[in-house]
């Protein structure tokens, strides 16, 4: 009976006060007046946090300056990419040529146009990678943030395409 009655309710205290009444925000929009509430809002995902699509997680972040913890841990980290087709192996090869040709040579010798045997315009020698025998964990963490001179291709590749790209490597290696 009470819960049909016609009277009006307005509660004074709600159990969960964050659900019953939601503060939604613009994700791009200003959010220095939440600081001043005492909120801390960065707009970041949570950390660990997978976008959707997003296929092959790698669970190291990138190592402060000077630490290498996780450089070192990556080792242990094998490819999720066991076998690649004919077709997948070619695409590979093509984006090692566009993103990784230009200064490690299209032989893997460390050779490639940037560098011409120390007559490039690029003042540091490239790794030769036919010779590098690096766990593929380690080298993805090193194509992801970055090594010594050379900068992270993250944003060049994606991470299943980063993993591919070593396969290449790697097949190319045993030759």
Not at 1 to 6: A, F, G, K, T, Y
Not at 40 to 66: C, K, M, W
Not at 111 to 135: C, E, F, I, V
Not at 141 to 170: E, F, H
Request: hydrophobic content about 30%; aromatic content about 10%; some cysteine.
């Amino acid at each position: 009976m009470v819960s049909c009655s016609s009277i009006n309710r307005n509660p004074k205290d709600a159990y969960i006060p964050d659900m019953a009444h939601s503060r939604a925000y613009e994700t791009y929009s200003d959010h220095s007046n939440l600081t001043k509430k005492g909120i801390n809002y960065t707009a970041l995902p949570v950390q660990g946090t997978i976008a959707r699509n997003e296929e092959f997680p790698f669970p190291l972040s990138h190592d402060a300056v000077g630490d290498t913890t996780n450089y070192f841990l990556s080792r242990s980290i094998k490819n999720p990419i066991d076998t690649m087709t004919a077709h997948e192996m070619a695409e590979a090869e093509r984006m090692y040529l566009i993103q990784c040709g230009i200064c490690h040579g299209k032989n893997l010798d460390g050779n490639g146009p940037l560098w011409k045997d120390g007559s490039g315009p690029y003042p540091a020698a490239p790794k030769n990678l036919k010779t590098l025998h690096m766990p593929d964990g380690q080298m993805f963490y090193s194509i992801t943030y970055g090594k010594g001179q050379m900068g992270s291709y993250a944003s060049q590749l994606n991470r299943k395409q980063r993993w591919q790209v070593i396969n290449y490597i790697k097949e190319q290696q045993k030759k």
